[in-house]
């Protein structure tokens, strides 16, 4: 198990969120595949096997058989020695964990990840699509079960649509490819800036939250990517594209301290991972490798503690390091060493 700061707090839970520990096995998964492809020598890489091992036992510690509000099975936010998995079900966490599921079955040809557990869980997000014909932007998937909140998130909905794609494509399920072209579809339509970025959520009045944030922008350009490849549609291609300027503009990547150095390192480092998975269905104009080298090489530079190797002025918690922030940065390293061929299985 994991937990959520080091050093620890008195107030933290006795175990980390399910959503940084889904963070870290990203990390931990794309590190593996880059020392499996003869990427940079790190010495023995038994250290790592045995933590991706434990991650994947601590992922299951939070696995909920008897479902949510729908009644569907999936995993809740928190765990603890006392509860078990308790808390509440939120779509986005489902969606990463599923989408890592899938990422690691095509990494490894099929010797790991659980692709039934990922089909499994978009049944979890089927039953998280909103349905009202009433609601302000009709359509799109609640970002979370829980009674305390009514947003329908870009970060619920287009990850589920990516993996409705994955689904499709290695079962042939053709409702999944339906269900992922009616998401981006609703994604596009109520939640896409004039700036041509994605805003973040919106709510039940109708109000827009309008934040520009850079895992909002990762996850759709590599889902309209992977579009094009499945479908051959030049609209899903033109977008994809179209969403590559928006970010240049926006985020101006390549430059340190630019408003990408602003954002969380965790949805930084998703959009790296749609940035490359993108480039490798689309081919360099889309700038994903030389991105991730800069940014890689910028945070080693900025961002860490030599001494301990730890993220140094973490964004999630004004004491010491979050799980959140170490993941990310562990992420975008991971990264860094990944050959081409292994790109396009990214999440």
């Known amino acids: 198990m994991l937990q959520e700061r080091v050093p620890r707090q008195p107030e933290d839970p006795e175990f980390s969120y399910v959503w940084p520990l889904s963070q870290a096995r990203a990390a931990v998964t794309e590190l593996l595949a880059g020392l499996d492809a003869g990427g940079p020598d790190a010495g023995d890489a038994s250290a790592v096997e045995e933590a991706h091992a434990a991650l994947i036992r601590a992922q299951e510690h939070y696995w909920y058989p ?152 990762g996850v759709p350009l590599a889902t309209e990517a992977l579009a094009h490849e499945i479908t051959g549609d030049r609209v899903h291609r033109d977008r994809a594209l179209d969403l590559v300027a928006a970010i240049e503009e926006h985020f101006s990547p390549l430059e340190e301290g630019g408003p990408l150095d602003e954002q969380p390192l965790q949805f930084t480092a998703i959009l790296l991972a749609g940035m490359l998975h993108a480039e490798a269905l689309l081919g360099a104009r889309v700038g994903g490798r030389r991105t991730v080298q800069a940014v890689a090489e910028r945070l080693w530079r900025t961002r860490r503690d030599p001494a301990t190797d730890l993220v140094t002025g973490s964004r999630e918690t004004d004491v010491g390091t979050h799980l959140l922030d170490q993941a990310g940065l562990a992420r975008i390293l991971a990264l860094a060493t990944l050959p081409r061929r292994a790109w396009r299985h990214l999440s």
Request: hydrophobic residues 40%; charged residues 25%.
């Open 66 to 217: 008897e479902g949510g509000s729908t009644g569907v099975p999936g995993y809740t936010a928190a765990t603890n020695s006392e509860q078990g998995a308790n808390g509440d079900f939120f779509d986005d966490d489902n969606d990463w964990i599923a989408l890592l599921e899938i990422e690691q079955h095509l990494l490894t040809d099929g010797a790991a990840g659980d692709l039934e557990r990922a089909v499994e869980l978009l049944e979890l997000l089927r039953s998280g699509e909103a349905t009202d014909p009433g609601l302000p932007s009709p359509g799109g998937i609640w970002w979370t079960q829980a009674d305390w909140n009514d947003d329908r998130n870009t970060v619920s909905t287009v990850p589920a649509a990516k993996l409705a794609l994955r689904v499709h494509q290695l079962t042939g399920d053709a409702a999944a490819l339906e269900d992922a072209l009616r998401w981006l579809d609703w994604t596009r339509g109520a939640l896409l800036s004039p700036e041509g970025l994605f805003w973040d959520n919106v709510k039940l009045d109708g109000t827009i939250d309008r934040t520009f944030w850079a895992y909002n922008q």
